[in-house]
């Protein structure tokens, strides 16, 4: 079956038929989102399963004419870097509906699984749509829902957080709009016929002349550096995190941050190698100060759930700095810690999110001790929080040694790699800073009356968080066959990147 | 006149013949059975219109060259009688619970699409002349209409006095056109202006003239003055017809004089016309954002609107793909902007007065399909895909560009950003807000939801296969290029 992929997008959207039947039964509706997220899962590991490791093109591609007068297909496709982003990405959405569905969500139930569904077939949309019009869709996809997500189910500020969050997204992808048009124009050969078919425009991109790469590769910069966030587009991040519903906050940070980081390897890095290497200073800057901000603001908040938040910043920080080092170490890296990011963080959200169920506390100040009465709690935390913070031996390790190893030999910027490389390792020796000293202050000391009688996880909560641990064992002790998947496919996008004369043909 | 020349007219014929049955329906049946007849004569006899405008003539001129049949003709001809279709859908409760003489409304809605439909097929300053005031009279009627109202007086008092300022204006500069070129049909001005050259005084007082009378008649910025208090004013399913028939109707003659006619002279109005572009959507996009009614909002918001379709009429050097742009633009515009104002119909207030933002508060608990409808054309009105406005700002922001304009496309971008602000504010109202403790009554009128459903859809459905409308309205600007 070669259609994997549509069936892919299509399983969300089918699963809105029987929700919309069951509208009247809470019961019902939590199933079927359920069900039609698991569904998607197995579905998108059956695609995994029908991958040829170690081919770098394309595969599983469809094609169908879409929009015929425009020269706009329906292309999706994936290859080494998206094939695991799409499986991380079903795997943390079943995670968020199921623990959505234990009783965290309690208004409007229907909605909010029909929210999470369409959110979903963006999120899919996103890693594998090879037609730059279609991305654009699925990119947008992913914003009405998601605003809707923090808006209704979110905390008390979520309606300022709700607007931010789409505001500055908007303005992003707008300005991407506009890029693509212009790559659209630019595709234009003698006859006039035009493309947004990304393997089209890569054999074209030697029609993008300097000055225009210059200006359109920015105005893509711009858009996914808000969605990563990069500093200083980053500030709509914790407000949008703290405000939204736990659900919300783990596909958040698990994955519509990385929308931001695969948009620079699929579309950036190929397409506008001069443009690339004309903002390279910048971004690279901009990624280190990302990682030592994001750290050292991380360390002073007293809200568990904002500090998770800036340190998604400092993270994504190493995202980028891997991928604009431009050699292989750093893009494998890369990709690695999008993938790292998306269970670590997912999971570290969904704990604080279960902590506050219990507790309703988030004030670091107000926790303490909560150690001696949940095992079960603070051994996954824990091993979360030193996955987080780069612990050998867990996957979040591989990437950042990974991204700092291409750092060390990047020699590209001013001052060269020998300085920037050792300025973000500080950042991961600041990140176990913050990390180590809040899980001592909410985890350890005595433990409060208040909290005593609450109980340990739950069997629904063991169950959310138990793939997300194997994963993260499983990715930091093995991580050589995930690396197999991602290399060849990225070792392609850094040579088209570094050399603008390098020309391959996209298809088998 | 021969048979073929009323033939290629046939569909102003039928809704002509629609206008006056409707007037003497309404004669006839009592009131009860009225409310229901006339709605259903009105939709009846413009879907026979609709029918009849696809039964092609031959492409040609008739009249003796005042009148031009092509497909630029076709596509204005079945975006009029749409509206009007819609237009009509949507009003029957609000009729009804305002007491507004049903048949002169949906006379008048006929009428002026008559006029709009004129304007469309014309080839000749006098027919469009003409075609615009007929448009335009029976708007002013219809923006008074609920007369015990001082709103709606003030209102179309408003309107009148400025409509026909630009109506002076717009004849006085066809008058210098006739002077300088002899002439009042577009190709043989064309020709002239052509020959004689163009950089001379009086054409650049006909053009600045010409200009600015289709400046007020479409609402560009710093001509769109009239634009709020006549929308504010009029009762709301005018207000929704008001804001798309005539302002897609000032498009269709914009298109035909300014490319047709006066297209040896695109450098000079091109220029003139990115700028207005921009202060159009930007001033428009800028007081949107202070209102805190909603009606006065999606007032100020088709200024802005027009803005992004004016930008497109200015990149018109790229060639058909720019007047492919503003048909599609124009088209997407209609469905959506009418469907805007139609929600505000479910809202049972006194005067003519919209909802404000505090009114929408829970709306979606109250009235969950009204609020999809509304929050779905809000979206797109935002050009959020997948709708149809985004695809909309997706072709025109490409002929933007390929005219050279950057700038223009970049401030398209930036200001759609200002507005997704204010739209999303409303869908934050009805969505994450509780209904307060004295709500607004509410009429659920079924014509109203039946149509916004199938508005909305329609809305998402060419949202995502756009290709059918955008291959016509690409084969429709196909005659404006000379």
Redesign the interface.
Known sequence: MTNVLSLLVVIPLAGLIPLFLFRRDERAAKQVAITTTFVELVVSLWMVKQFVVGEPGFQLVEKLE?????GISYLVGVDGISVLLVPMTTLLTFIAVLYSSGGAIKTRIVEYMTAFLLLEVGMVGVFIALDL?LF??FF??M??PM??II??WGGPR??YA??KF??FT??GS??M??GI??V??QSADASGSRTLSLPDLIELRGRFPADFQF?VFLAFALAFAIKMPMVPFHTWLPDAHVEAPTAGSIVLAGVLLKAGGYGFLRFGLPLFPIGVQAWLPVLIVLSVIAILYGAIVSAVQKDLKKLVAYSSVAHMGFVTLGIFVLNLQGGVGAVLQMLNHGFVTGALFLFVGIQYEKTHRRMIADLGGLANMWPLFTTFFGVFVLASLGLPGLNGFIGEFLVLLGAFKFGGVPLGGLFWGPLAAIGVILAAVYLLWMFQRVMYGPVREAYRALPDLSRLEIACALPLLLLTVILGVVPQPFIAYIEPSLDRVIRLATDPSFVVVAFK | MTGADIAAVSPEIIVTAVALIVLVADAVFDRRRAALILPLLTVAGLVVALASVFNVVPAAQYFRGFVTIDAFTSFFRAVFILLAIFAAAVSPAYLASRRVPAGEYYAIICFSTVGAMTIALSSDLITLFIGLETMTIPIYVLAGIQRTDRFANEAAIKYFLLGAFSSALLLYGFVWLYGITKATDFVTIARVLTAQGIANGPTIVALALVTVGLGFKAAIVPFHQWTPDAYDGAPTPATAFMSVGPKAAAFAAILRVLLGALGPLGVDWSAVLAVLAALTMTGGNIVALAQTNTKRMLAYSSIAHTGYILAAVAAAKAGPSAGAAVLFYVFAYGLMNLGAFACLLYFDLEGTRGASLDELNGFARRQPLGALAFGIFLVSLTGIPPTIGFVAKFVVIQPVLDAGLAWLAVVIALNAVLAAFYYLRVVVRMYMYDPEEKQPRLVSGRALSVSLGIASFAVIVLGILPNSIYRWALEAAQPLVR
Not at chain 1, 66 to 70: A, E, G, H, K, T
């Open positions: 879409w929009l015929p007068s425009l019009f654009y869709i947008e996809l914003l009405v605003y809707l808006g209704i979520r309606i709700t607007l789409v505001i908007l303005a707008l300005l709009l506009v048009v212009a659209y124009l200006w």
